[in-house]
C-alpha cells in the first residue's frame, strides 16, 4: 500500500523567502516520487520527479526536492519565493506497475509582496 | 506535443442526468488514467487503460461510472443518474509505457457541477 502526507495544508512565505513544503510518503515498495503544480481551474504541471539514482533531483522553475528514504521524505523547496509561485502544489508516490498515482492532500502556497 | 486535451472544460447538469467527458491523450502515449479531484483535496484515481484494455478500475469508481478507449487513442468517461456527490473535477492523464518512472500528463480537466 501506498500514502502520502503532506504537512501543511497551507504555507505563507514573502517574496524573496525561502520556499519549503514538505511532504511524507508510505510505500510498500520502492517509490517514484512526483511534485506537481496546480494553478487555478486548470490540470496538474510536472515540477520534478525521483525513481532512481540521486537523491537531489532538480526541477523547473528553480525548484529542487531531496529524496530522504530514512526519513520517508521527498520535501520540496526553493531558496527564492516569486510571486508566480503561489499556487497549490501536489506530492504524490508512485511505484505499482500500474503506474497510478497516489496524491496527497496539497498545500496552497502564498506569497506575500 | 499537443498535450492532453479534455472537453468539455465545465459541464453544469441536473441531478440524475447522464453526462459524458472525452479525453484526448497525448499522441504516442498508450497509458491513460482517469483521476476525480474535489475541492481542497487531490486527485483520486478512478481507472486506467494500457491501449485500449481497462486495466484497473477503482472502489471509488461505482456502478454508475463507465470508461472506454476505443482502439488506444481518445477515452470517454460516462456518468449515468448523476447525483449532488459527483461534482468535481475529473481529470484525465497520459504516459507511455516503460517503466513506472514516466511522468504522467494532466489535462486541464473538466469541471462536473451538479444543481
Known amino acids: 500500500a501506498q500514502s502520502v502526507t503532506q504537512l501543511g495544508s497551507h504555507v505563507s512565505v514573502s517574496e524573496g523567502a525561502l520556499v519549503l513544503l514538505r511532504c511524507n510518503y508510505s510505500?510498500?515498495?520502492?517509490?517514484?516520487l512526483f511534485w506537481y503544480v496546480q494553478y487555478p481551474n486548470q490540470g496538474l504541471q510536472l515540477l520534478l520527479k525521483?525513481?532512481?539514482?540521486?537523491?537531489l533531483v532538480k526541477g523547473i522553475n528553480g525548484f529542487e526536492a531531496e529524496f530522504k528514504k530514512s526519513e520517508t521524505s521527498f520535501h520540496l523547496t526553493k531558496p527564492s519565493a516569486h510571486m508566480s509561485d503561489a499556487a497549490e502544489y501536489f506530492c504524490?508516490?508512485?511505484?505499482?506497475?500500474?503506474?497510478?498515482?497516489?496524491f496527497g492532500q496539497g498545500t496552497t502556497l502564498q506569497v506575500k509582496p | 506535443d499537443t498535450g492532453v486535451s479534455q472537453d468539455p472544460r465545465h459541464k453544469i447538469t441536473k441531478r440524475g442526468q447522464n453526462v459524458t467527458f472525452r479525453c484526448d491523450p497525448i499522441s504516442e502515449h498508450n497509458r491513460l488514467y482517469w483521476y476525480r479531484q474535489t475541492l481542497g483535496q487531490g486527485p483520486e484515481f478512478l481507472t486506467y487503460f494500457q491501449n485500449e484494455a481497462q486495466l484497473e478500475k477503482s472502489r471509488l469508481l461505482s456502478d454508475r461510472f463507465s470508461a472506454e478507449r476505443p482502439k488506444g487513442s481518445f477515452s470517454t468517461l460516462e456518468i449515468q443518474r448523476t447525483e449532488q456527490g459527483d461534482s468535481a473535477m475529473y481529470l484525465c492523464a497520459s504516459s507511455l509505457v516503460g517503466g513506472e518512472n514516466q511522468p504522467q500528463h494532466f489535462g486541464d480537466g473538466t469541471r462536473l457541477s451538479i444543481l
Open positions: 510505500s510498500s515498495v520502492p517509490p517514484y
Open positions: 504524490a508516490v508512485g511505484g505499482s506497475n500500474t503506474g497510478k498515482l497516489i
Open positions: 525521483y525513481t532512481t539514482g540521486a537523491t
